[in-house]
């Protein structure tokens, strides 16, 4: 079954403090994607990244750094020196080739940036 | 970039009434489409698989008469709530899947609807 798990409902840090959302995903395919995405109170889906199941390197976007690690199936996700504007739900979600590409979407985390 | 866009993006409407929500996709075909519900704090939850030019593919638990998808074209697909009440309250996205980059998949903006 296709499954995506945030275990985390909610997290505060202080501003500048690093903070790690994990993500743990389920999934029979050997080939399918998967994604962060950020939702600010506004409603609309900032993309982050997508990475597929065969590119295993750990990837950094300033702030930003992605951590996957196929052999725990897990996706994890820190924000390096935290500012109040990344406050927001994270979502992490999976789409499987095999299943019409369709993203199945973890229950996200909230995030609070306290200044 | 593609940009996929949403209209309405706030709508209210009476019980009992139906409200219709389209997704376009602006500068890329699309030949498949999908519509999520997001409840307050909840996640986001698929509602059906749109595919140009013929009938949706509905997830479990959602009604196909209720909640009507129509994907006339490659760039637009529409969502119908049908006798809208209060509980159908909620945030609908659509998110198509297109575009250069290897069948990315691009998200509107959402609209929100609230029936009263």
């Known amino acids: 079954a296709q499954k995506v798990t945030q275990a985390q409902t909610e997290i505060s840090v202080v501003e500048k403090e690093d903070v790690t959302l994990d993500c743990v995903y389920e999934t029979r395919d050997t080939t399918y994607y998967l994604f962060w995405y950020k939702q600010p109170p506004s409603g609309e889906l900032v993309f982050l990244i997508r990475r597929n199941s065969f590119d295993e390197q750990n990837e950094i976007s300033g702030r930003y750094s992605w951590n996957f690690q196929k052999s725990t199936s897990s996706f994890n996700f820190t924000i390096t020196a935290s500012q109040v504007v990344d406050s927001a739900v994270y979502f992490c979600?999976?789409?499987?080739?095999?299943?019409?590409?369709?993203?199945?979407f973890g229950k996200g985390t909230r995030l609070h940036i306290l200044p | 970039g593609a940009v996929v866009s949403q209209h309405p993006s706030w709508v209210i409407c009476k019980s009992g009434t139906s409200v219709k929500i389209e997704c376009r996709s602006l500068d890329f075909q699309a030949t498949t489409m999908f519509w999520y519900r997001q409840f307050p704090k909840q996640s986001l939850m698929l509602m059906a698989t749109s595919n140009e030019g013929s009938k949706a593919t509905y997830e479990q638990g959602v009604e196909k008469d209720k909640f009507l998808i129509n994907h006339a074209s490659l760039t637009l697909s529409t969502l119908t709530v049908t006798s809208a009440h209060p509980e159908d309250s909620s945030f609908y996205i659509c998110s198509a899947m297109g575009g250069t980059v290897g069948n990315t998949i691009y998200f509107g903006e959402g609209s929100w609807l609230t029936v009263v």
């Open positions: 979600a999976l789409s499987e080739v095999n299943r019409d590409d369709k993203i199945i």
